[in-house]
């Protein structure tokens, strides 16, 4: 571009409104982050290829299609700053990317090219980030899921997946996502939680941190029930960190999530099928073959369908001291969850028979909620204590005390505490040589509500 052009298109921008210099510069994003794509191609997923050099080949192509661009004048600063932004959306994870890295970020919700939505401190706002377009986001969807050996497309048009790191990542596609695609992303934190964050975090008490820890040393089978995004998984990594160094342990989950620092873990993830159809993994397969590799604990992720089954079987053939997560808005509705859950097995057996198997397998349930300040909290840690007639009996051991009501910011002011019921089970975790402190079940009072 001459000088006189320069000078020119300099005059033309003073004319112009702010709002429309930001079109112009959305549109001349949007002309060179196409022109990239197409240019590199195949060479974008070239695994052959290191970071730093595929770097340096999106970076010559940006500025040779910069140079080609006179529509937008821009100043060296504003220069490098857009070759920046759209290396890290060819690169990286596209508009997202600093929302990745954001450690008070919990979720991002991707809902279409032009909606973004994350969660921070339990609390949804809208961001002012934006996607291309579809074509965009549908490349970025794809880009995560391939790099753990997944697919999506129009055959299979909604997936679960996972970052390096971790976190948890759910996308749907056209033609299943009207207005989409649509992107979930449950993020992990870097360092993952211990016992004492959560107690920091007001999830539990020390004293029914100290209780369950002494729960999984004693091999006691115990259930991590809630809602969606109540905190199960990170509950259940932090129970399984009290597992004993010297266990062997294999873990089975959809999409690898449980982050386990024991010497002797085995980890398993589920794979879908592939084109022809063939070739798919399920939860229960993977449940059935954990029984052959000697577990001395066996953790499920999650259990959803007919699983349910093969882990109350191995819960109740010498498989003490499993772990599992399970969708449920209370302790009593876990139980009858477990029921539907045996029944989709397509087994045909007695609701009584279910029944006892899960009177006889479960131990205890840890239910968490998230309350409406946004925070996650233990409100239920229940005994499942056996069979009366044809009806499971359980006793809450503690509770969260709701009737404390809530501050002048809406944050709950309650507390779990003691019932005062003894759990039943004292005696087998004396057994393995762990004591309950008589203290630990002293009763509390509980607030009335107003």
Same mark, same amino acid.
């Given at each position: ?5 320069? +000078? ?68 060296? +600063? ?171 342990? +294999? ?200």
């Amino acid at each position: 571009m001459s000088l006189a052009d320069r +000078v020119k298109a300099a005059k033309a921008e003073d004319e112009t409104t702010p709002t429309q210099r930001l079109e112009m510069r959305q549109d001349l994003r949007r002309r060179l982050h196409y022109k990239v794509v197409e240019g590199l191609g195949p060479t974008l997923y070239d695994q052959q290829m290191s970071d730093a050099e595929l770097k340096l080949r999106v970076m010559e192509m940006l500025e040779w299609a910069l140079d080609q661009e006179e529509s937008v004048p821009l100043a060296r +600063v504003d220069r490098l700053q857009l070759l920046q932004e759209i290396a890290d959306d060819v690169l990286g994870y596209g508009p997202i990317d600093p929302f990745l890295s954001d450690a008070d970020i919990t979720e991002i919700m991707v809902n279409g090219p032009h909606s973004v939505w994350v969660e921070k401190a339990g609390r949804l706002s809208l961001t002012d980030v934006r996607f291309v377009d579809s074509t965009h986001l549908e490349r970025i969807i794809e880009k995560i899921v391939g790099q753990v050996g997944r697919r999506i497309d129009e055959s299979t048009p909604m997936v679960d997946a996972r970052l390096p790191d971790g976190s948890r990542v759910n996308a749907v596609i056209h033609p299943l996502a009207i207005g989409g695609p649509f992107l979930t992303i449950r993020k992990f934190a870097v360092d993952p939680f211990t016992s004492e964050d959560l107690v920091s975090n007001d999830t539990f008490s020390e004293q029914v941190a100290g209780f369950v820890r002494r729960c999984v040393q004693g091999r006691l089978n115990v259930i991590v029930s809630g809602s969606t995004g109540s905190g199960k998984t990170t509950l259940l990594n932090v129970l399984s960190s009290y597992i004993p160094d010297s266990d062997r342990i +294999v873990t089975i989950e959809d999409a690898a999530e449980l982050r386990l620092n024991q010497r002797h873990v085995l980890s398993l993830e589920s794979r879908p099928s592939n084109l022809e159809g063939k070739g798919e993994v399920t939860i229960r397969d993977l449940m059935r073959n954990s029984l052959r590799m000697r577990p001395d604990r066996i953790v499920v992720g999650e259990a959803r369908g007919g699983e349910a089954l093969d882990m109350l079987q191995a819960m109740n053939t010498g498989h003490d001291g499993s772990l599992t997560t399970i969708h449920s808005n209370a302790p009593r509705d876990t139980l009858a969850r477990i029921e539907t859950m045996v029944l989709m097995s397509g087994m045909d057996l007695p609701i009584r028979a279910i029944r006892e198997q899960v009177a006889s397998a479960v131990d205890l349930i840890v239910h968490l909620r998230r309350l409406r300040d946004g925070t996650r909290r233990v409100t239920h840690v229940t005994e499942v204590v056996g069979m009366e007639g044809e009806i499971i009996t359980t006793q809450d051991l503690f509770l969260f005390d709701f009737g404390m009501g809530v501050d002048e910011n809406g944050m709950y002011l309650g507390r779990l505490k003691a019932t005062g019921i003894r759990p039943s089970f004292s005696d087998s975790l004396a057994n393995y040589g762990v004591q309950l402190p008589a203290d630990l079940f002293a009763p509390e009072p509980f607030a009335r509500r107003a």
